[in-house]
């Protein structure tokens, strides 16, 4: 007569084995080792101060674009209508 085997763990075994299987397929398709996660990080860091340190300064936030109603006044003719 054969062993007698209880259904329950077989059935645990089973399933465990097959999610350890698909963790391993997930782990070869989507896994990046921590190494190559701060070699990607440390590159994105440079570039974006490289970029950052290509930007030219603004020493007048103002830099006339912004008139007077007296401004506006002056450079209107006098067929324009007034601003709402």
Known sequence: ?????????FRKAK???????????????F???KG???????STD???REHDGHELE????DDGLIFTDEELAQDRG??????V
């Open 1 to 9: 007569m054969g062993d007698v085997v209880n259904l329950n763990k």
């Open 15 to 29: 399933a465990k084995g097959d999610k350890t299987q698909k963790a391993e397929e997930n782990r070869t398709k």
């Open 31 to 33: 896994g990046r080792t």
């Open 36 to 42: 190559e996660k701060a070699r990607d990080k440390s």
């Open 46 to 48: 440079k570039a974006g």
């Open 58 to 61: 603004d020493d007048d936030p």
């Open 78 to 83: 006098p067929d324009d209508p007034e601003p």
